[in-house]
């Protein structure tokens, strides 16, 4: 299978009313998910970008996180954990999504999908794709979706390009794991990740055709907590916890 990274979900309650600190990380509308009640703003950084959701219609939401598609989604997991802020769940992007899900199927992995979907903006815009669930119910920390986008990767980045911030490239997702061995097991055969470092703490995983760096930590509270951003203006590293997350900005050496 082709993964990479593609974007990590931050769950911000009010969302319309958010900035960060200083404007740091500059933040564009997205679109609305009508068939959950949740809408999203954006932060573009190079190929990725964080996707900041909220919720309009809480009662939608729960009712579509009892359905068997529903429980496994990217947006209900924002009910399930009783709608406390922070990164909820990331997701990885494929160019043949019906690849991946028989790659799982032939390794007896159960899933959910694809589904299609689509977010419209102010304009009535739409855009579309498809995502695919892991749902095996073993895992400790929610896993990472798939995406399929319906524009290809080069039409993306040439019409996002005025976006991106230049200064930024996401290098770890730090996730904390009750059950470190269960969980990195599960990635590498859900995935096909490998590890490159691993520590009494900690197991360090990648992607075969990505450079981001998965460290799966020892912790009682599972679930993604940390995203380590490199910054080339930066002269020391600094953090921003913010909104049930944490930002960590590092130089490049």
Known sequence: MELKF????HYINQLNQ??????????????KHHQFGTYNQ????NGNYIELLDVEDKEKLKKVAKTEEGRVSFATKIAQDDFNQ????ICLRTKNIEEVKATLQKKNIDVIGPVRMERENKKGDKVGWQLLYIAD???NVKPPFFIQW??????????????????????TLVVSSEKRNLTVDNWIK????????????YTDLILADDDILFRIEDGKDPGYHTLVIKDSEATSPYSIIIRGAKYRFEPIN
């Open 190 to 201: 859900w995935y096909d990740m490998k590890v490159v470092d691993e520590t009494d703490t």
């Open 42 to 45: 954006l932060s573009y950084i």
């Open 150 to 171: 319906d524009e290809s990767e080069a039409y993306k980045n040439e019409s996002l390009k005025d976006l991106y911030q230049k200064q930024f490239s996401i290098e």
């Open 6 to 9: 593609d974007h990590i979900i």
């Open 137 to 139: 119910p073993s895992y």
């Open 86 to 89: 922070g990164f909820k769940t």
């Open 18 to 31: 958010f900035e960060f600190p200083g404007k740091l990380l500059k933040l564009h509308n997205g679109g």
